[in-house]
């Protein structure tokens, strides 16, 4: 085995601000406890709440690490006790709480998964966070069948992509808004059905026409403002809405009656605090569900663009520009 070195480079936030407070730190490597694995970082995703984080909007969950990052793939380095069905020398992606840019990154064991046969590891590394959230407020929460209709809005963010692909792969008809012709296109050739860009159509207008009254029986919205009203406008009787985030406000005034008529679900979650044995079941559920699909070609990561970790502050003002179409990524060298 070889000796881990006893400090790393990793990407602190001593105070939050813009881009420019992501700075490269060193930092002791950690130790994995109990029931983890410590992961030589190949390659991290860069998520929106990752930016809310820096912004000091997004505090981490108690005992996670002050570093940002929420998803990893590489190289299993060392096993805490009790840990089995990994070994030293595997390659791992995992959903982490923190601490994801970084050399070296503690992950659940159990909430980490073998890197599908043919991605590379940035492609790996851009699954967890994405996967993980879209299967467990799609099909666990809002129990999307075959047969229905479902809705993305911000169809070419990281979320939106993933949702597209798993949507389609599990025989919904997919809608997806977004904004611009050219991130309405990628939505098409990702397998939506239907896409629509919101800064020239009204979404609403346009899925009643294209869904001939009936509505969405799925939505999956991380808009919320103004959307949450047009939500329930287009939903169909008995629709099933997952807020999973606010970046239009989370405060609205609204009127419910829709919502009671029509029999709606309106439901919200959040990934990163959730217990340990929760990200485990979601973890079993990917791989026996969705890995296949991976592995088969029929699913694949979207990647915008990837950066040296050390120039994590330029991902995250790439994120910013919402120029993005699917996921931004950090390199380890
Ligand atoms: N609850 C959870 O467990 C959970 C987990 C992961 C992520 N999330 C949330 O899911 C969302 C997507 O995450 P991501 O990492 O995939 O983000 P992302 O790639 O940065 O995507 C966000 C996209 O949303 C679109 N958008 C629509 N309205 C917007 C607005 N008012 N402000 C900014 N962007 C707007 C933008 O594209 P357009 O050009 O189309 O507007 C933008 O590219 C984030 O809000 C994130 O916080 C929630």
Redesign the pocket.
């Given at each position: 085995m070889t000796e881990l070195p006893a400090t790393m480079t990793a990407i602190g936030l001593p105070t939050p601000g813009g881009p420019e407070a992501l700075v490269p730190e060193t930092r002791p490597v950690p130790v994995p406890r109990a029931g983890e694995i410590l992961v030589k970082v190949a390659a991290a995703g860069v998520?929106?709440?990752d930016v809310?984080q820096r912004k000091g909007l997004y505090p981490p969950p108690p005992g996670a690490p002050d570093i940002p990052g929420l998803e990893i793939a590489g190289e299993v380095v060392a096993l805490g006790e009790g840990v089995t069905g990994w070994k030293l020398g595997d390659k791992a992606c995992a959903l982490v709480s923190g601490g994801g840019y970084a050399q070296y990154c503690l992950a659940q064991a159990d909430a980490a998964l073998p890197v599908p046969a043919g991605l590379s590891m940035v492609e790996a590394a851009a699954l967890p966070?994405?996967f993980f959230?879209v299967w467990t407020?799609v099909f666990d929460l809002a129990g999307l069948k075959a047969g229905e209709t479902f809705l993305v809005?911000?169809?070419?963010?990281?979320?939106?992509t993933t949702a597209i692909q798993l949507a389609k792969a599990h025989g919904a008809t997919v809608f997806a808004?977004?904004?611009?012709a050219e991130?309405c296109k990628v939505c098409l050739d990702l397998g939506a059905d239907v896409a629509i860009d919101?800064k020239t159509e009204d979404f609403v207008a346009v899925i009643k026409e294209k869904t001939g009254g009936k509505g969405i029986n799925v939505i999956l919205d991380?808009?919320g403002?103004s959307y949450i009203a047009r939500n329930y406008e287009v939903a169909a009787p008995l629709g099933r809405i997952v807020q999973?985030?606010f970046?239009?406000g989370s405060k609205v005034q609204i009127d419910y009656m829709r919502l009671m008529l029509k029999r709606l679900s309106h439901m919200g979650?959040?990934?990163?605090s959730r217990p340990n044995a929760e990200k485990a079941a979601i973890a079993a559920s990917l791989r026996a569900k969705v890995w296949p699909l991976i592995e088969a070609g029929k699913v694949k990561p979207v990647l915008d663009q990837t950066f040296p970790l050390e120039n994590a502050a330029a991902a995250h003002a790439r994120?910013e520009t919402?120029l993005?179409i699917g996921?931004i990524m950090l390199e380890v060298g």
């Open positions: 998520n929106r709440p809310m966070e994405t959230t407020n809005h911000g169809g070419t963010s990281g979320i939106g808004t977004a904004g611009s991130k919101y991380m808009v403002g999973i985030a970046m239009e979650s959040t990934l990163r994120m919402s993005h996921k």
